[in-house]
Nanobody, 115 residues
Framework: QVQLVESGGGLVQAGESLRLSCAAS????????MAWYRQAPGKQRELVAI???????NYADSVKGRFTISRDNAKNTVYLQMNSLKPEDTAVYYC?????????WGQGTQVTVSS
């Protein structure tokens, strides 16, 4: 079972950028889908971005055009480039791997965007 560790979160001002990293303990080349989710206080966890093993991507409407998900199989890492950050992007961001038979989650990394 793959273990995931997120990093790169922090406190930034609106309009600035961050890049989140999700480092896996093993190979991700055979994982069909990896994704980023986020959860704000008092809110349900929501899907932010998806990338498949074939590098197809999908994004939530709220981040489309601002965020980019990518993966580097050689480094066993998935990234989330976050540009033009808004206060409403403030949340704990989680990396997810659709592994068999049970999916894997990281511990989360906090992103706070001030106005």
């Amino acid at each position: 079972q793959v273990q995931l560790v997120e990093s790169g979160g922090g406190l930034v001002q609106a309009g600035e950028s961050l890049r989140l990293s999700c480092a896996a303990s093993g190979s991700i080349s055979n994982i069909m889908r990896m994704a980023w989710y986020r959860q704000a206080p008092g809110k349900q966890r929501e899907l932010v971005a998806i990338i498949t093993s074939g590098t197809n991507t999908n994004y939530a409407d709220s981040v489309k055009g601002r965020f980019t998900i990518s993966r580097d199989n050689a480094k066993n890492t998935v990234y989330l480039q976050m540009n033009s950050l808004k206060p409403e992007d403030t949340a704990v961001y989680y990396c997810n791997a659709k592994t068999f038979p049970v999916g894997s989650w990281g511990q989360g990394t906090q992103v706070t965007v001030s106005s």
